[in-house]
């Protein structure tokens, strides 16, 4: 429903809402605007889900009260190893209060994968149907509960390494997060050694397909759309951008070449998917026409194809998954360099640089005319839709915040390091 954000960055992953009647500023410190903020402990940067009066999200806590953190703009990409136990919990909190309305411990133990300095052991996203709550936490496991907590099913899908491909000693944390359609539980696995996609039964957790992939690491989350003679489930990728039949996992397209470690989430509108990625030698922003068949990777000097409308290889988005609002694309990427593009054409219209010298994680979203750009310190950056340029407002959180923000309601859900709060 129009009310509800089922799943990370809201149905279909697109990010956008319509008669919100959000505010322009708040501040999160005195209040103003803020209608609650309740403290998650642990750490996690799942996005919250919204169903009608229910929040969900997600964190996992261990023994530091305030675990390990780099934020900003850095090359190096260490990670942390904790070898203690860490609790993998989901909560549920009301949306109108902000109280606790129950938290369950899904698992237990120490994490098998290291995080990255600027990861969490939670980092995807629930999704939900309104029946079904879904919860992802890599190499820890796949859990389903109804909507008050109850364990229905759990599926463990092994040892799940998203870290560096060329350096195995090197280990990030997992990010991609499961979506729900229909009977069906979509949950893309791109991993060292034994990369898939799979499809499970949402009632029971029975697996209906498996398809594997010959892929490094992602992190990003599947799109699932519904054409008038197919439907297809998106995924990013490096050696393997492609889409598969949603009722069998048959390849129906695929596509080579971008950014070898590939985060955002593929968008659908206007007859195309829009997929960008970075890291490597490419960083591009793909238009991929909806009807697409067979291999259409690009050959050499193409900037175009039967089923690729346009092809930009330098201005894509390494960790953002891009906005499409109105006839507008929208790619920022992590030093804040914000593009805006005819979607239709792959016509630049404006780069301008959001905020000051900040370093963006979280993906925008965007609502009546107004687009929300959140920088890693929690600056949040309110930005006038359309095709010149205008920063309305910027608000900050005074709290570190990686995860992408949730509109559902009437209010913007953000959750930083510390809390989630309701505005």
Same mark, same amino acid.
């Given at each position: ?6 799943? !990370? ?9 319509q ?10 410190k005195?209040?103003?605007?803020i209608l609650?903020?309740t403290r998650?402990?642990?750490l ?23 675990p390990y953190?780099?934020?900003g703009?850095y ?9 203690f136990i860490h ?13 606790i309305?129950?938290?369950k ?17 939670a ?8 029946k079904?709550?879904?919860a992802?936490?890599?190499?820890e ?22 870290g560096?491909?060329n ?5 990030w944390?997992f990010?991609?997060s ?10 893309l696995?791109d991993?060292n050694?034994q990369?898939?996609i ?13 398809t ?9 989350t ?8 197919r439907?297809?489930?998106?995924v ?16 129906i397209?695929?596509?080579?070449g971008g ?15 829009f ?9 591009p ?7 697409a068949v ?25 960790q953002?998954?891009?906005l ?18 005819q ?7 404006y ?8 370093? !963006?994680?979280a ?8 687009? #929300?750009f959140?920088?890693? #310190? ?7 839709a ?6 309305l407002a910027t608000?900050?959180?005074?709290e ?24």
């Open positions: 429903g129009a009310e509800n954000c089922p799943q !990370f960055r809201g149905v279909r992953a697109k990010g956008i809402a008669n919100q009647d959000l505010p322009l500023t708040w501040d999160a005195k209040g103003e605007n609650w903020k998650i402990p642990g996690g940067h799942s996005s919250p889900v919204v169903w009608q009066d229910r929040v969900f999200i997600t964190t996992a806590v261990g023994k530091d009260e305030k953190l780099k934020v703009l090359g190096e990409s260490p990670d942390n190893p904790e070898k609790h993998y919990r989901v909560y549920c909190i009301d949306r109108k209060t902000g109280d309305a129950w938290e411990t899904a698992y237990s133990g120490i994490p098998q994968v290291k995080r990255h300095i600027k990861s969490s052991h980092n995807p996203s629930i999704a939900t149907d309104g079904h709550v879904v992802f936490f890599g190499s496991g796949l859990y389903c509960c109804d909507m008050d907590g109850k364990l229905l099913w759990k599926k463990d899908f092994g040892y799940l390494d998203a560096a491909f350096r195995p000693e090197v280990q944390g990010g991609s499961p979506i729900i359609y229909r009977d069906k539980v979509i949950a696995c991993v050694n990369s898939f799979a499809a499970l039964n949402v009632e029971t957790g029975e697996e209906i397909w498996r594997r992939r010959d892929e490094n690491p992602t992190w990003g599947p799109t699932v759309h519904e054409g008038t003679d439907i297809q489930v998106i990013n990728g490096y050696k393997h951008i492609g889409a598969y039949e949603v009722e069998t996992g048959k390849e397209w695929k596509l080579k950014g070898d470690v590939p985060v955002p989430t593929p968008v659908t509108a206007h007859g195309h998917v997929i960008t990625n970075a890291h490597g030698k490419l960083r922003i793909y238009a991929i026409r909806l009807d067979g291999d259409i990777t690009l050959k050499k000097g193409e900037m175009s194809n039967k089923f690729i409308t346009w092809y930009e290889p330098r201005r894509g988005a390494y953002n998954t891009p499409i609002y109105g006839s507008y694309l929208y790619v920022i990427r992590g030093n804040g360099m914000l593009s805006c593009y979607a239709k054409t792959g016509e630049e219209l780069r301008e640089r959001v905020g000051d010298n900040s370093a !963006f994680t993906s925008p979203a965007a609502a009546d005319g107004k687009l #929300y959140t920088d890693e #310190y929690g600056n949040i950056s309110v930005v006038k359309g095709p010149k340029f205008k920063i608000n900050s959180m005074h570190v915040c990686l995860a992408s923000p949730a509109i559902s309601g009437g209010m913007l859900f953000v959750r930083t390091s510390e809390h989630l709060y309701a505005i």
